[in-house]
């Protein structure tokens, strides 16, 4: 089974998912959007009003900002894989509850493995905790780290900016550094693996 059609079948899996409070006052789950073959995947907080009325993430006034972050970082919206660590909407937009991150960290995990991006940015503090632990997120925004063998982007959530207009420039910096990241990681990963074929051709030669 290829990567979009694993995707469509967590999906799915998403759409018709009981295991919390959260299934009951939803209208629409939202598992998530975007190609298998991303290299960045974002990963927010929850899903809002609009995102609860379409099924689609960050649709709202919060999307439209991240989709001007993305663009003018120089990368495509359609290109990055975007979802959040609940996919269902908490009501009021209210914070996430610890057994509603835990009905939905399987679904999530499985993405992650499917698309098995160059990078992760968590938007929000939410997110970032399924990495960074008793961390501010004022402390560590927009720094790349390693964890569990991926790297971790922690940024502040789009919609911070819409309540807090000072973090618009701090926000916008951090994007803007984003598509260098990628380009550093792919260098990087395309080194080792010349690096690895190299080791392979003089362990072959040695047999003769």
Known sequence: MGGEDQLLKIAQEIQHCRKCDLSHTRKNAVPGKGPASAEIMLIGEGPGYYENEQGLPFVGASGKFLTQLL????????????????????????EPQEQELRA???????????????????????SMARYFKNVRISKIHGNASWKNGRLIVPMYHPAAALHQPNLRPVILE????????????????????????????ATQLSFF
């Open 71 to 94: 663009t003018d970082g120089g990368i495509p919206r359609d290109s990055v894989f975007i979802t959040n660590v609940v996919k269902c909407r908490p009501p009021g937009n209210r």
């Open 174 to 201: 951090d994007f803007s550094r984003l598509k260098s990241m990628i380009e550093k990681e792919k260098e990087k990963r395309a080194a080792i693996s010349d690096e690895a074929s190299n080791q392979d051709d």
């Open 104 to 126: 939905c960290s399987a679904y999530l995990d499985k993405q992650i493995e499917v698309i098995n991006p160059l990078i992760i940015v968590t938007l929000g503090r939410f």
